[in-house]
């Protein structure tokens, strides 16, 4: 990091439009010193190196996806792992080592000071079992997190508003939706000096640093016309930063959680992007923020992130026959 407190992003400038390259430097958070018609010569000159390079189709089989083959010892954390986050995970989902030049990325950056905290030195291919642990065995690392309630917003008639506020240096942080875990919970809020009972509900909210693992996305896309196998796109949900270092040191292939699901649970933070920009014929790689060749670094302000959640409560009464 540098003394001005600033990041470094490194950003594929040549696989992205001038547009885009432009709003970067353009960005209030961007702090990079390079003028404007110097960052077009730079991205002209990348851009036809991107273009220049062989793109493979980015559709997988199902035969594309390696088998997990870890030794027992590895896989013993593997397991205490998804053990210790069952309640969060997919219902149904697979351990594979899944193609980097075939995933799909839905961020066009990395943060570089964050990406030389795995395997910090080292220039050579992780073995499997290493690839594995890091991606799939490794518990996510501590988050602090500052909470606030910001008091009653008004809303309707009949409706009781609560507004809270969650912020925090790691920019892993995010809102971690109350479905998949327990969704009701039965609380004693009796005094034990008196003896009284004082029985309630609750839901749980969650905010903190998310999944520790590699997740990958697998969407049916289409059908391969010589097998009729399905063909899927494989999309990055979490881990893009270790998909990247491991990409950098030379490996192939990626340990990580692949969830099937159709074109229609995309979650919405993925559509809110350009739809082309994922499942059309020449999305953005993971591969392509991986190659330094065509791509440029910028300062960048150095942010906190924050969540506001507001809480809606209707009460109704509903007579039952």
């Known amino acids: 990091m540098s003394t001005d407190g600033s990041i470094e992003r490194l950003y594929p400038i040549g696989a992205l439009s001038q547009r885009d390259v432009a709003d970067i430097r353009m960005d209030p958070f961007c702090v990079d010193t390079v003028g404007i018609d110097a960052l077009m010569d730079e991205w002209k000159a990348k ?14 089989l199902d035969s594309d996806l390696l088998p997990l ?13 998804l053990a ?57 690392r501590e988050a602090k997190i500052d909470a606030a309630f910001l008091g009653y917003p008004k809303g309707q008639p ?27 919970r039965d609380l004693d809020l009796s005094s034990e000096r008196t003896g009284g009972r004082y029985d309630a509900k609750a839901i749980t909210v969650l905010v903190g640093p998310g999944l520790p693992f590699v997740h990958v996305l697998k969407v049916p896309t289409g059908f391969d016309g010589a097998s009729g196998s399905t063909v899927y796109r494989l999309i990055t949900s979490n881990g893009i930063h270790r998909i990247f270092r ?7 292939y990626v340990a990580a959680l692949v969830q099937t699901i159709s074109l229609r649970e995309v979650p919405d933070r993925f559509i809110e992007m350009r739809r082309d920009a994922l499942f059309g014929p020449d999305p953005l790689r993971v591969s392509d923020v991986a190659n330094r060749a065509i791509g440029r670094g910028f300062r960048w302000k150095k942010s906190r992130r924050v969540i506001r959640l507001q809480v809606n409560i209707v009460q109704e009464i509903s007579f039952v026959p």
Do not use: H, W
């Not at 083959?69 to 593997?78: H, L, W």
């Not at 491991?246 to 192939?252: I, P, Q, V």
């Open 47 to 60: 851009s036809d190196m991107f273009r220049s390079l062989r793109r493979e189709p980015v559709g997988v």
């Open 69 to 81: 083959a870890v030794s027992p010892q590895t896989m013993t954390k593997i397991g205490g792992l």
């Open 84 to 140: 210790a986050y069952r309640a969060y995970l997919p219902t149904t989902y697979d351990l594979a080592f899944v193609p980097i030049s075939k995933l799909v990325s839905p961020q066009r950056y990395v943060e570089l000071e964050y990406t030389r905290a795995f395997f910090d030195g080292l220039s050579r291919r992780l073995t499997d079992d290493e690839n594995a642990e890091c991606c799939l065995g490794a518990a996510v």
């Open 158 to 184: 009949g409706e009781f508003n609560y507004l809270y506020q969650f912020s925090s240096d790691d920019q892993n942080i995010r809102y971690i939706p109350a479905m998949p875990l327990e969704p009701l």
């Open 246 to 252: 491991l990409a950098e040191l030379g490996n192939t």
